[in-house]
């Protein structure tokens, strides 16, 4: 994981020459506002603030969708207060949840009969608690407070109690399996689980069937990622390079993308088909996971490297790279010149359509591989281009001003999801390197505790704000028809390694210093003797 971070933190802009991996220059910084905190407990609402008596009322609170967890002008933050804590406090600024010791907040997230916490507030709490505790440590104080505090291991309990807090409980453990179900891959997870919901389901024949539901969904999700993490294995074990293949196989030459897939519109919706698979089976805790770092208050645990499962969210940068390789690999490929341009035609048509579905993402990835210097260098091929088109691809995805033109396009793809009429205008597909050094900078920006120990949550706010941005991007159903040719060829294909990529270019346009004459040699001398 340390190899990956480095590698993405430290690449360079998508210039020409550059590697297919991109880095921001502008780190996002969120600062804790200097403000009179007041201790208190509370009762949350989404939308609109309601008094202690009104939650009182409420015996099941709503789930809206994450599209509609966070205002425009941000996020909801909005806590109602009421009396003294008795756990350490919450602190807030103008009904702004700021701050608060983690055993308060961890109380915060669980309900009673007359409370039940903000959605925004559990899916806040729920991904970045993560940093101080593990998730099967949180369960378990949960389960804890529930059973507790609300006496459900006790018989002689008041029964009417319990049908009241009962659906609260379930509602959590409900958000919890549907918004993170990988935390429940770890076998401790799943037993308390498993003991909570029974104790909330004996006696009651309605809560049982909502258990069963609850559980019987969440182990399809599991299933689901077991099944994808092993395509995603078997894909990574046979790929080979392509000038291998080339070498041993001859008559392979005479395929590629254009004779798969001769449309461009129709290769950028198979890639879009990918991007959208891949962001499905990201879970919202990689984003933090992939940052964890020791808690400077947690003496006992030397090492959070066991939470660090961020397979899915490398396997999507995987892609990412493996797109800009298939690209300069199909470019530099053809033997004639004009067998070049035309494929350098192509992919500016392809790029150009993902632009216009929302997929950067893909766009980025195709600009990155016109732009790695094997491709670059062939002037004689990108004299017989009409780059005009190229022009303007590269210039909505220039990266000065930390991505200036490519944010404000993002931000009109995003608005025109939130208006669509249609499920195309739905997909928005971001540039997701450069979407996770943001949240890596916001995570590096500020403090995860403040000085009196206590846990720096509006620096979460706003790191929730992002994923859960992402969140409602993901979960959009791909409108166009799946090509399983076209899927298979962009999915198993060999491409060139870097050194392959450089061969095929000095043979296609020879060198033009001693430099390249001498790196020419070398590679024909260890690559095609090796083969």
Known sequence: ???????LLGCTLPSKGASPMFESKSHSRVGLKSSTKQKTTVCSTLGSEKSLSDCRKESMPQTPPFSAM???????????????????????????????????????????????????????????SRLFMHPYELMAKVCHLCVEHQRL??????KNQIRKIAPKILQLLTEWTETFPYDFRDE????????????????????????QQMIQCLIRKLAALSQYEEVLAKISSTSTDRLTVIRT??????????????????LAQQLTHIELERLNYIGPEEFVQAFVQKDPLDNDKSCYSERKKTRNLEAYVEWFNRLSYLVATEICMPVKKKHRARMIEYFIDVARECFNIGNFNSLMAIISGMNMSPVSRLKKTWAKVKTAKFDVLEHQMDPSSNFYNYRTALRGAAQRSLTAHSSREKIVIPFFSLLIK??????????????NGHVN????????????????????ECPFERDRKILQYLLTVPVFSEDSLYLASY?????????????????????????
């Open 1 to 7: 994981m340390a190899k990956f971070l480095a590698e």
């Open 70 to 128: 966070f205002d425009s002008s941000g996020y909801n933050r909005n806590l109602y207060q009421s009396a003294e804590d008795s756990c350490g406090g919450l602190y807030y600024h103008d009904n702004n949840l700021l701050s608060g010791s983690l055993e308060a907040l961890i109380q915060h997230l669980v309900p009673n009969v007359d409370y039940y916490p903000d959605r925004t507030y559990i899916f806040t709490f729920l991904l970045s």
């Open 153 to 158: 291991n006790d018989p002689n309990s008041d």
């Open 188 to 211: 401790r997870m799943m037993r308390n689980l498993k003991d909570l919901a029974h104790r909330i389901a004996s006696g009651e024949e309605t809560y049982r069937k909502n258990v």
């Open 249 to 266: 196989k001859p008559q392979s030459i005479q395929r590629d993308i254009i004779t798969v897939c001769s449309d461009p519109y129709t």
């Open 438 to 451: 943001d949240i890596y900078f916001l995570n590096e920006g500020c403090a995860n505790r403040l000085p």
């Open 457 to 476: 949550f509006e620096k979460f706010w706003e790191l929730a704000k992002q994923v859960s941005e992402f969140m409602t991007w993901k979960q959009v």
């Open 507 to 531: 043979e296609s346009e020879g060198p033009e210093n001693h430099i390249e004459k001498d790196r020419w040699k070398s590679l024909r001398s260890s690559l095609l003797g090796r083969v």
